[in-house]
């Protein structure tokens, strides 16, 4: 059996990590077991689908290196659903149903008022032929339900949350089909998952109602359903789910120099027991890719903890993956020496600035004279191998100083701050002229 999985966004937005994590698990578990992965876009909703989100998803996607094997579109298969929807009518499983949202909400307001649940009366059923015809003869068009088998058990063993089960009987006929002949997202996406032989749906727990809905719809269509893995939700770093996660997408990633790596890394494995690792090649996240690994409790998404994996991620980047994003002039051993230093890419060209110059230093006051003999001896030394060795070891024999006297004024010096790359791999970039330059105009006290 082939492993299918599939991503259905709805095209009536951007992507946000919370539907990132969706489709990266997707992605993950039919790649780890050499399947298929689906992009659906459940355009269904008119109205609300808009082509410049279809344009996104894809690009988002792309970016993140999650490519689909095949797209589909539910705008172009509504001649299957409305010919399914026809066999699923004529065997009794769909049933017109006439009430307005008024009515229905009058009617959820009296059950609970007598502390009953909200739940669909099938006041539709009782009605006979002479009462739709005379429903359709005064204009009135119906909406459609789908008709729960109340003696059939709903249950299956989910993925991540174990087994579960469902009382049809508890449930409200769901609707599928509004008046105007448009579709609501429940039979679409069960006729799509049979047609599609989608073998694993992924989504978050907030279908797992959906889902008892839909396996019903299987059942009624012949189809043996898909597995479910009902993913916890994510909440923010506070714990709560938060309304800032719901713009984080792939823009607010970008402008903050976050890399795709680390976006995958982080959650690959975010709400699983397994710890959180940088990788570039998601080739060893796949291998240990497992929804038993899944947690029931939401995951934490901490912007923090993505900063710090995007860190990790940089400082393995090699410099052929970043070159069209340097400076000019950044070179391989320039971006080596940086690299371990940054937090993302972009930071490059701060250090960049650093080694061109001028460099702001701070006022040498009492180092004046130090600075001096180091411009001095910067002259005499050889820079053709690791000239910041020859020089602090030429300075310490001279001053007998060591550590952080040693070191430090030149660092300032020499960057025009107390902290950076290793002055070892910086100094080489800097250069003779720029480094003596430097020196000299700081052993003007
Ligand atoms: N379009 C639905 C959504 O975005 C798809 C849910 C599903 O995966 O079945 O919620």
Redesign the pocket.
């Known amino acids: 059996m082939t492993v299918i999985t599939r991503f259905?966004?709805?095209p009536t937005g951007l992507l946000h990590v919370g539907n990132i994590r969706t489709a990266l698990h997707n992605w993950m578990w039919a790649k780890a077991q050499g399947g298929r992965f689906l992009l659906r876009i459940?355009d269904t909703d008119a109205q609300r689908s808009e082509e410049r989100f279809v344009d996104a998803i894809r690009a988002d996607l792309a970016w993140l290196g999650l490519h689909p094997d095949a797209e589909e579109r539910q705008s172009a298969r509504t001649a299957r659903y409305e010919a399914v929807f026809e066999e699923l009518r004529a065997a009794g499983h769909i049933y017109p149903a006439y009430e307005t949202a008024q009515e229905l909400d009058l009617k959820r307001k009296i059950q609970r008022g007598r502390g009953l649940p909200p739940v669909y009366d099938r006041a539709a059923l009782a009605l006979t032929d002479a009462d739709r015809a005379a429903l359709a003869a005064d204009g009135v068009r119906p909406h459609w339900r789908f008709k729960l088998d109340h003696a059939a058990p709903i249950a299956w063993i989910d993925l991540i949350r174990g087994p579960q089960a469902f009382d049809a009987a508890t449930m409200s006929d769901p609707v599928i089909r509004r008046a105007d002949g448009s579709w609501l997202?429940m039979l679409p996406?069960a006729i799509d998952d049979m047609d599609m032989r989608v073998t694993h749906?992924v989504?978050g727990e907030d279908?797992v109602t959906n889902t008892a809905l839909q396996l019903q719809m299987f059942a009624a269509m012949g189809a043996r359903a898909p597995a479910f893995a009902h993913e916890a939700l994510l909440t923010g770093a506070e714990g709560k789910l938060s309304k800032r996660l719901g713009s984080l997408g792939v823009d607010a990633f970008r402008e903050q120099g976050i890399e795709p790596a680390a976006i995958v890394s982080l959650l690959a494995r975010l709400g699983t027991s397994l710890a959180v690792e940088p990788h570039l090649d998601p080739a060893p996240l796949l291998d240990t890719f497992d929804f038993a690994h899944f947690g029931r409790a939401p995951a934490r998404f901490d912007e923090r903890e993505l900063a710090q994996v995007n860190a990790r991620i940089v400082h393995q980047l090699p410099f052929a993956a970043v070159a069209d994003r340097l400076p000019a002039g950044m070179d391989a051993a320039a971006w080596d020496a940086i690299r371990p230093n940054l937090e993302t890419v972009g930071g490059a060209a701060e250090w960049w600035h650093v080694v061109e110059g001028p460099v702001d230093a701070p006022a040498p006051g009492e180092e004046a004279a130090y600075l001096a003999q180091a411009a001095e001896v910067a002259r005499a030394i050889d820079w053709s191998v690791d000239p910041w060795h020859a020089l602090t070891t030429a300075l310490k024999e001279a001053t007998g100083r060591k550590g952080k006297p040693l070191f430090l004024p030149l660092r300032r010096a020499l960057t025009g701050r107390d902290h950076g790359p290793d002055m070892a791999a910086l100094l080489p970039l800097i250069g003779r002229d720029r480094a003596i330059a430097r020196l000299d105009s700081n052993s003007r006290g």
């Open positions: 259905a966004p709805s459940d997202y996406s749906v989504r279908h």
